[in-house]
């Protein structure tokens, strides 16, 4: 056995909480190691002896509940994000590991809506923040509500997880990539029988009559003082015509409340006696000192933020970015938090063929994902992260390892004789005719950031897909997320971890122990692999 291979088996005999180490030194001579079946074989028994230890149940009451919702990241999105963060770093990137692969439980859930075989973000979002399946379309109403029919919404509201957090006296918070009234993250605080209803200028003129209320203004009026909101979403909150602070001269910005209403203004006048800070660009929120600061109101992009690769890193946040500051808000209340966190659009770029600015923003929402991990603790902490539906995206042709996630398949079409990318959509708008023939892709820049991978059917807009989606859980209670589901399981499981909404007898009795390694034998392990390559 050669000296880097015995390093690897050494690490591997000791310690447990040492498997990133590993993977990370796995990949520097993969070639040589996964030659010899000892590697394999030592791998699977080191991986067994983990998987042993998590028979001692984390049955820890839950103080702090996250959930990050991946919209639209369906399995073969996790697939193709792993392989992409790899190979950012060098790698081939198939043995890469996603900070989400590291969660100890995993499960399925069925995303149906009650009324759609293939499920849309409002209807999925009712059932895992409110416990309730429901209609396409609907946010915070049960399936008695009907889509865009304003008088089916009184008597059919349900409430959410952060509600019943704020209402247990945790600090809620809610950070989106899109704007702060989408389809995800209303679901937490508003009740409307239409999720494009944004704002009051977004309504047919007798919804408003009969007293329905836009997104927007539920947003500040449904839940007092929701502690953190980040994200999107400046336009719906400012009267019609009003001109926006980043971008003046453009109206496709200007505000678009036809009540007259300044929902930013009513809320920074409402807080004033409160460590509370309204922010709309990434310094105003760097600057913050969450010591100093309770309620933070954050709306950087009139519409949606711009995704993660056309980012301007000067003046817009990175979703992790948020992440952190909120979490640092939000854990001062001694009795925990609850947050809700959207990688928005994971969506946006499968809608438009655009594969690769979807998957770089499933990266950087695992980006976040690591840094809360950081700064919050298993023994008290339940982190969920999941999908509300998937995609009609897939990659595939036979791509040898190490194949760049975005390159072609290694052969040509049997049929046409012509290249094709790993990548493809069953449908959407890369279906493209030359000549009557299938447009050939190597004349074309098919790495390039808004390059449209070819669809099968062609559509304006990509559909969403209809299989069931992972959720990945560590933390308190993470065990009860296992086998598949019903979507709106997860919300339930997770108030249970926490003592909060329904199911509270056992919190009396709760307590037990956490099944933490220690972490003397990944010291050890380390100073062992010090010695050895120095």
């Known amino acids: 056995m050669d000296k880097p291979q015995s390093v690897f088996y050494l690490i591997w005999a000791y310690s447990v909480p040492l498997v990133p180490l590993l993977s990370q030194l796995l990949q520097i001579t993969s070639t040589d190691q996964e030659k010899d079946p000892l590697f394999w074989n030592t791998w699977a028994q080191h991986t067994l002896k983990n998987a042993l230890t998590l028979q001692k149940l984390n049955q820890n009451t839950a103080k702090n509940l996250i959930l990050f919702l991946g919209d639209g990241m369906g399995i073969p999105t996790v697939t193709a994000a792993r392989i992409l963060k790899g190979q950012l770093s060098g790698q081939s990137g198939e043995e890469t590991q996603l900070e989400m692969d590291k969660f100890p439980f995993v499960a399925l859930s069925k995303t149906y809506n009650t009324n759609a075989q293939v499920a849309d973000s409002a209807g999925t979002a009712t059932a895992y923040l409110c416990g309730v399946k429901a209609n396409e379309g609907t946010v915070g109403v049960s399936a008695a509500a009907v889509r865009s029919q304003c008088n089916t919404t009184q008597g059919n509201e349900v409430t959410s997880i ?39 200028g977004e309504m047919p003129a007798e919804a408003v009559q009969a007293g329905c209320k836009d997104i927007a ?17 400046r336009k719906y909150m400012f009267p019609k015509n009003q001109s926006d602070v980043e971008y003046p001269g453009d109206k496709k910005h200007f505000g678009t409340r036809k009540d007259g209403r300044n929902l930013v203004e009513e809320w920074t006048n409402r807080m004033k006696n409160k460590k509370a800070q309204y922010v709309w660009n990434k310094r105003e929120l760097l600057s913050v000192n969450p010591n100093n600061v309770d309620y933070i109101l954050g709306l950087f992009e009139p519409g949606d933020l711009p995704y993660n690769l056309e980012r301007n890193t000067e003046t817009d946040p990175s979703l992790t970015e948020m992440v952190e500051l909120a979490i640092k808000i939000l854990r001062k209340n001694p009795r925990g938090f609850y947050l809700l966190v959207e990688g928005g659009r994971i969506d946006h770029g499968h809608h438009e063929g655009k594969a690769k600015q979807a998957l770089h923003e499933a990266v950087e929402m695992d980006r976040a994902i690591g840094r809360a991990g ?27 390892r190490g194949n760049t996630i975005f390159g072609l398949a290694p052969m040509l079409s049997d049929v046409d004789q012509k290249p094709f990318t790993a990548i493809l959509y069953g449908n959407g708008p890369g279906f493209k005719v030359i000549n009557g023939l299938r447009e050939n892709v190597s004349t074309l820049d098919y790495q390039g950031n808004n390059y449209q991978a070819q669809s099968a059917v062609p559509l304006r807009m990509e559909t969403h897909g209809g299989e069931d989606v992972a959720v990945f859980a560590k933390g308190p209670m993470a065990h009860l997320l296992h086998g598949v589901h019903e979507q709106n399981y997860i919300p339930h499981v997770m108030a249970y971890a926490a003592c909060i909404g329904q199911n509270r007898d056992h919190c009396m009795s709760s307590g037990g122990a956490s099944s933490l390694s220690p972490a003397l034998p990944s010291l050890a392990a380390l100073l062992t692999l010090t010695r050895l390559l120095c």
């Open 374 to 400: 950081l700064i919050t603790s298993i023994y008290d902490t339940m982190t969920v992260v999941t999908a509300d539906h998937s995609h009609m995206f897939n990659f595939g042709g036979y791509t040898p």
């Open 162 to 200: 952060l509600r019943w957090a704020k209402e247990a006296g945790k600090s809620v918070g809610i950070v989106t990539t899109t704007r702060v009234n989408h389809a995800t993250p209303s679901a937490a605080y508003a009740h409307c029988v239409d999720r494009d209803w944004f704002s009051d």
């Open 217 to 233: 203004r539920q947003l500040f009026e449904n839940i007092p003082n929701i502690d953190v909101i980040m994200g999107g979403g």
